[in-house]
C-alpha cells in the first residue's frame, strides 16, 4: 500500500514536471523571440546611425559654406595685417612698429595708393573721380581708405562666396561706396594743395 502511494505521489510529481517543461518551454521560446527582434532592432539602430552621421556630414559642409569659412589651404584668402598707427611718426622714438612690421609709414602708403590706383580709382568711376591726388597727406584719408580696404579684402578675397559675403558685397558698393567717396572728396577739394593743383590742370 506504501509502494502504490508513493508510486501515485511520483506519478503526480511527474505530471507537475511536466507541465513546468512545458511552460518553461513557451516562456525560453518567447524570450528567444525577443532576442532575435532586439537583433533587429539594434542592426536597424546601426542603420539610423551611419545616415545621421552622413546627415550631419552634410549639414557642416552646409554650414561652412554659409558661414563663408575657408576649405582651401592657408595663404590663398584674405590675410589680415595690423592697423596702421597713422598717427605716429616714422622716427618716433617711442614706437618701432613702423619699421619693425610694415617698414615704416611710406610702405603702409604705398600699400594704399597700390590698391587705389589698381582698385578703388577704376572701379569707383564718377563717384571716385573727386579724389584728390593729395589724399596721401590727409590723414583722415588714410584711416578711411585703410579699412575700406581691409573690407574689399575680406569681400574679395575668399576662396568661395557665402550668401553673407553676396549681401556685404553689395552694401559695399551701394551704401559703403557713395559715403567714403563723398568723405574723401570732401576732404581733399578743401585742401590747398589740391586746390593749386586742380588750378594747374584746368589752365
Known sequence: MQLAAQAGEIARIDGREADHWVQISGRLRELAGQVSGLADTSSEQGSVLAGLDATVADVDERLRALAGEETEPPGKGYSPIPAPRWWLADDDPHDTWWRREEGGKAASVARLQAWVGRVYLPAAGKAGAGLGACWPEHQFCLYVLDWF???????????????????????????????????????????????KALNGVLR
Not at 164 to 180: F, I, K, N, S
Not at 185 to 193: G, V, Y
Open 149 to 195: 580696404s581691409e573690407l574689399w579684402s575680406v569681400l574679395y578675397l575668399q576662396p568661395s562666396r557665402s550668401a553673407g559675403t553676396l549681401a556685404g558685397q553689395a552694401e559695399w558698393w551701394t551704401r559703403l561706396l557713395p559715403a567714403v567717396a563723398a568723405m574723401l572728396a570732401k576732404e581733399t577739394a578743401s585742401c590747398q594743395q589740391h586746390a
